[in-house]
């Protein structure tokens, strides 16, 4: 197995399932916890992300197809999106490369598959741009989602609006002089939230709390 990535919660191996090239995302264990403990709360959310994935497939967005998941050794096989990159990643080179037109696409595209998601009574919990992906299909960029593991089902505005606003500070903090950009992603959002007046409207009040504190300190 080679290691493709590694983050705070577990490990991401490039390796096979059946003979199928797959990714393999292993979670690490939590020392401070007792083992017993440690090992439900573990495949509580192995079992919660899989799920995910397959609603999310279901809704019509882009994953990667789950092929097992392994509970006993806190793992999940899925499919390999090999042609795909980063979003974070497509941003930058574009932008560097004088392509703007190109991230103003994909970004209407992230919002239209963040509305897909909403519209299911799904929050991601943790969206940024290296939690998505771009790949190509049929001559067009797509937007590919990954990593739900904080993922949850909520109805709520407030949850929804708390989404975007999870991105907007990751993606405007991340990808500076951008605010253009990000408009983008509220345009494809409103294109297809069922709830988007109400959801935008929650987003502004968020934003306006977020301001508050950030002065008080």
């Known amino acids: 197995m080679a290691l493709v990535a590694q983050g705070a919660e577990g490990r991401i191996f490039e390796t096979t399932f059946l003979g199928r090239p797959c990714l393999k995302k292993e979670r690490f264990k939590k020392a401070y916890r007792h083992p017993v403990l440690d090992h439900k709360l573990t495949a509580k959310r192995l079992n919660q992300e899989s799920r995910m994935l397959c609603r999310c497939r279901a809704l019509g967005i882009r994953t990667p197809t789950v092929y097992y998941v392994d509970t006993k050794n806190s793992c999940i096989y899925m499919e390999y999106l090999k042609q795909a990159t980063l979003l974070k990643h ?26 897909l998601l909403h519209n299911g009574d799904i929050v991601h919990g943790d969206l940024t741009t290296s939690n998505l992906l771009v790949m190509k299909r049929n001559d067009k960029q797509e937007c590919v989602l990954i990593d739900l593991g904080l993922s949850s089902s909520s109805a709520l505005l407030e949850d929804k609006g708390v989404d975007l606003y999870v991105l907007e500070k990751a993606f405007l903090s991340t990808h500076p002089n951008t605010q253009d950009l990000f408009n983008k992603i509220l345009a494809g959002y409103c294109t297809m939230a069922r709830d988007s007046t109400a959801v935008t409207r929650r987003l502004d009040e968020i934003r306006l709390r977020g301001r508050k504190r950030s002065m008080v300190g």
């Open 90 to 115: 497509f941003i930058d080179t574009n932008l560097a490369n004088g392509n703007r037109t190109a991230v103003a696409d994909i970004c209407f595209d992230v919002g239209y598959t963040i509305a």
